[in-house]
């Protein structure tokens, strides 16, 4: 179905009804500050193209995760100081299974 199409199928509600009816999206008709006429999200009212758009920027990406990760060290710092021993560990093991496996190749290829 074309997408003018399915805008003017589309319901036209308030985000107070919408709320009152315990739905997740709204649609209002009236285009975003960006342009886009599609459905809004009652949690922040924003556009849900504007929000797809926006998911897909690497740089916002990065900068949504640093903020989460920032707030999850000041909640629990011992918690991440031990994911981080649990992190290198694991490198440290991987490094010197690596190791092992190249040395064992190199004498395989030596002896043959």
Same mark, same amino acid.
Request: charged share 40%.
């Given at each position: 179905?074309?997408?003018?199409?399915?805008?003017?199928?589309? /319901? /036209?509600?308030?985000?107070?009804?919408a709320?009152?009816?315990?739905? /997740?999206?709204?649609?209002?008709?009236? @285009?975003?500050?960006?342009? %886009?006429?599609?459905?809004?999200?009652?949690?922040?009212?924003t556009?849900?193209?504007? %929000? &797809?758009?926006?998911?897909?920027? @690497?740089?916002?990406?990065?900068?949504?995760?640093?903020?989460?990760?920032?707030?999850? &060290?000041? +909640?629990? @710092?011992?918690?991440? #100081?031990?994911? =981080? +021993?649990? =992190?290198?560990? &694991?490198?440290?093991?991987k +490094?010197?299974?690596?190791? #092992?496996?190249?040395?064992?190749?190199?004498?395989?290829?030596?002896?043959?």
């Open positions: 179905m074309d997408l003018e199409y399915e805008i003017l199928d589309m /319901k /036209k509600i308030s985000r107070k009804t709320l009152q009816l315990g739905l /997740k999206r709204y649609f209002t008709g009236v @285009p975003c500050i960006n342009g %886009h006429t599609c459905e809004r999200t009652v949690r922040g009212s556009c849900v193209e504007c %929000h &797809r758009l926006e998911r897909k920027d @690497p740089e916002w990406d990065r900068l949504r995760k640093a903020f989460f990760q920032q707030e999850r &060290r000041a +909640r629990d @710092p011992e918690q991440d #100081r031990q994911q =981080w +021993r649990e =992190w290198s560990a &694991r490198q440290k093991a +490094r010197n299974q690596e190791s #092992r496996e190249l040395k064992m190749e190199t004498a395989r290829s030596v002896s043959r």
